[in-house]
């Protein structure tokens, strides 16, 4: 059984910068087949996607919104994905969700249902 496990989260001022990480188990050596999305939930509202990296790590992909101050990697010797999120913004107050893809090799998606397993999510609040 899959398990994601989302860390990092707290309280930062507007401004900031916080880093996740996602630790996988349950793939074992099969994690470094699966691309990897981040999304994110805001009081109130949908969840949204933030961006994912591909299998490999070697490329990723994000949201308009946080391109340019996020970033997105991948130890694949760790089963752990990370996101840095740099010159937070109060509006990016959220619980964030990490998700492994359907299928290997994939090269990941901004489509929710693309993604079969769900860490519980970590709450990231951005003060003014």
């Known amino acids: 059984q899959v398990q994601l496990v989302e860390s990092g989260g707290g309280l930062v001022q507007a401004g900031g910068s916080l880093r996740l990480s996602c630790v996988a188990s349950g793939l074992g050596p099969f994690y470094s ?12 509202q949908e969840r949204e996607f933030v961006g994912y990296i591909t299998w490999s790590g070697g490329s990723a992909f994000y949201a308009d919104s946080v391109k340019g101050r996020f970033i997105i990697s991948r130890d694949n010797t760790k089963n752990t994905m990370y996101l840095q999120m740099n ?7 959220a619980v964030y969700y990490c998700a492994a893809e359907r299928g290997e090799f994939g090269s990941g998606s901004n489509v929710e249902a693309q993604y079969d397993d769900w860490g519980q999510g970590t709450q990231v609040t951005v003060s003014s």
């Open 33 to 44: 087949r699966h691309a990897m999305g981040w999304f994110r939930q805001a009081p109130g």
């Open 87 to 93: 010159s937070l913004k109060p509006e990016e107050t």
